[in-house]
């Protein structure tokens, strides 16, 4: 193991790091496209409850995959994950349900739609944004910083472009991974260095919906900073989003 992630301090929690960890999980990439995928010193105990994390996401989410490989994605990554899961596969499979949706040409198409877990989704993508918050800037929080992931529909899409996209900034960074695997924006406060703000979207830019199909979600914004900054985010998603994909063909 690296000594570069060893013994270093947890960019989670600020405990002692045994381990690297991979900001975005390998499993969210063909093989072709896992070098170089940005990494982190984290602790046992953290590396588990986002690998937990993971696994859910990189089951569920490729079934709503838009990105260049996203069909290769699901046809040779998931089979396995959900075999070695069933639980998880029966669930997704007694859950799919049905939805209609106008194309650009106005015509409706008939969807197949799965539930997702909405809140281990934010979950995750907090560790992603502190994760990235090192990674680029070498920058841990503190103790009276903290971390809040919320889905972006296009209200809070604009918000983040007008306060956060188009303001100046210490930094910013615009990444694409994998061929649009994962792609994320992030920009730095000004005046305090733990201030960061990401938009990510995984997949290409898995679409979520709530139950009515009324609000639509294709990225999660991050902020990390003081507690009091985050304040000002507002609540989070509604606990009824479900994603909206293709058929799976595995």
């Keep these: 193991m690296s000594k570069r992630y060893k013994n270093k301090v947890c ?3 600020g405990e002692t790091s045994t381990q690297p960890d991979h900001i975005f999980a390998r499993e969210f990439f063909l093989e072709a496209d896992r070098d170089n995928l940005p990494k982190v010193p984290a602790c046992r105990d953290c590396n588990s409850a986002k690998s937990a994390l993971e696994h859910y996401a990189t089951s569920v989410l490729p079934f709503g995959g838009k ?20 639980k998880l596969s029966r669930d997704l499979i007694a859950r799919q349900g049905r939805a209609w949706r106008q194309v650009e040409n106005g015509l409706l198409v008939s969807h197949t739609t799965l539930p997702v877990e ?8 907090e560790f992603v944004g502190m994760g990235l918050l ?17 889905y972006l529909d296009e209200a809070l899409e ?19 991974l ?14 305090c260095e733990q201030l960061s703000v990401w938009r990510v979207r995984m997949m290409g830019g898995v679409e979520l919906a709530d139950s009515s199909g009324a609000r639509r979600i294709s990225a999660v914004g991050v902020i990390t900073g003081p507690r009091a900054a985050l304040k000002a985010i507002g609540a989070g998603s509604s606990n009824d989003i479900q994603t909206d994909v293709a058929l799976p063909r595995c």
């Design 11 to 13: 960019v989670y929690c």
């Design 67 to 86: 990105h260049a490989t996203a069909e290769e994605n699901l046809r040779s990554l998931v089979p396995a994950r959900l075999n070695r899961n069933r």
């Design 118 to 125: 909405y809140q281990s989704l934010l979950d995750l993508h």
């Design 134 to 150: 090192w990674h680029h800037w070498r920058t841990l929080l503190t103790s009276a910083d903290g971390v809040k992931a919320v």
């Design 158 to 176: 604009n918000f983040f472009d007008a306060h956060f996209f188009r303001v100046p900034v210490r930094d910013r960074v615009d990444v694409d």
């Design 178 to 191: 994998g061929n649009g695997t994962a792609r994320y924006e992030g920009v730095q406060g000004v005046d």
